[in-house]
C-alpha cells in the first residue's frame, strides 16, 4: 500500500502566500489556486478538484490571501459557492479545511458562511495575531484579532486560545500591517506541523489496520466521518 503523502490546496492565493511558502519548506506540495469561477467546469475549480482527490488533503481560505479584511462580500462569497464542491471533495477524502478571517469581519454573519461551516462541521480557533509576530512596517505589535475554523481537532488545539495577555505596548493601526501578513508565516509553520502529524498518524492507523485480522476488524467501530484516524472500540 501506498503512503497517503501530504498535499496543500491554497484558493485565491498570491504567488508568496505565508501557507504556500511554509508547505514548500515541509516538503509538502502546494498548489495554489489564483482564481475560481462560481463554475464547476471552470479551470480554477478543475485544479483544486484535481488535488482534493487526494486522500488527507489540506484546502486552505484565509484572508491573508485573498486580499484582507476588507475584500468585497460578493467576491468572497462567489468564491465561497465554487468553493463548496472542492471542500466537499476534501472532506469525503479524509482531508481537512482551514477558514481564516478577521474575528470582526461582517462575513461571519452571513448566512452563506454560515452554511458552509456547518455543512463541514468547523470549530471555531480564536487568536490574536501578536502572539504570532502581527507587526506593522515599522515593528509595532498589532493585536489582530483573529478566528480560524478547522476540522482539524489537532490544528484548532495548537491555534486556539493564542490571544493577547496584555502588558505589550500595541498599535491599533492594522493597516499599516507588514505585508503579506506578518502574523502568518509562525501560525502557517505551526498548522502545517499539525497537519503533517496527523497525516503520519493516518499511515500509522493504515499499517496497524493492515496487520488486523478479519474477526479484529469486525469489532471495531468507525465514527463519521469515515477516517482510520478516528476509530474507537
Known sequence: RQQVAPSVLELCASDNSEFGKAAERFGITCTRVTKLDNDESSEGVTKALHVAKNYGALMIISSSS???????????????????????????????????????????????????????????????????????????????????????????????????????????SAGRLAAPGNQHEKLAWIALREYVKSVDDLNMAFDWAEQLTLEELSLIHISEPTRLGMMSY
Not at 87 to 108: C, K, T
Open 66 to 172: 485573498i486580499g484582507g479584511p476588507d475584500w468585497e462580500k460578493s467576491k468572497f462569497l462567489k468564491l465561497l459557492r465554487a468553493t463548496n464542491t472542492v471542500a466537499r471533495a476534501i472532506v469525503n477524502n479524509g482531508g481537512y479545511l482551514i477558514f481564516d478571517l478577521p474575528r470582526n469581519s461582517a462575513l461571519w454573519k452571513e448566512n452563506e458562511v454560515k452554511e458552509f461551516l456547518n455543512r463541514f462541521g468547523l470549530v471555531a480557533a480564536n487568536y490574536d495575531g501578536c502572539c504570532f509576530g502581527s507587526k506593522t512596517t515599522d515593528g509595532a505589535l498589532v493585536k489582530n484579532e483573529r478566528k480560524l475554523m478547522t476540522n482539524s481537532p489537532a490544528i484548532r488545539s495548537a491555534i486556539n486560545g493564542k490571544t493577547c495577555p496584555g502588558g505589550r505596548p500595541h498599535t491599533s
